[in-house]
């Protein structure tokens, strides 16, 4: 692995354990200040918007039980598979994607919901 995807391993580690945490502030610090998530139908820019939404997913997702099931990274760009399961339902397979440069998330697309 090049140091790029070391780095970039190493952001999606932290940022799983921070989102597993349920630590706003540790996920928010992963995203650089000017960051994009792009979900079906939404997209999110900054650290404004991010934060009104994570906080949104924190708050109905009791009971959360997560499982990674693959990571892929190459260049930069990370492509994780998951399945969750939570008071309000369950994922059988969530999809993000990363961009990472200079040790943040700069973008990021997520398909998958609770």
């Known amino acids: 692995m090049c140091s790029s995807d070391l780095q970039t391993q190493a952001v999606l580690s932290r940022n799983g354990a921070a989102f597993a945490s349920g630590d706003l502030e540790a996920i928010l610090a992963n995203y650089a200040e000017t960051a994009v998530l792009v979900r079906p139908g939404r997209l999110y820019r900054g650290h404004d918007e991010l934060r009104a939404m994570f906080s949104e997913v924190l708050a109905n997702i009791t009971g959360l039980t997560s499982a990674i ?11 994780m598979t998951w399945t969750a399961t939570s008071a309000s339902g369950r994922v059988l397979q969530g999809v993000d994607t990363f961009v990472v440069a200079d040790d943040r998330i700069v973008a990021q697309t997520y398909c998958g919901g609770l």
């Open 69 to 79: 099931t693959s990571v892929t990274v190459a260049e930069g760009i990370g492509l």
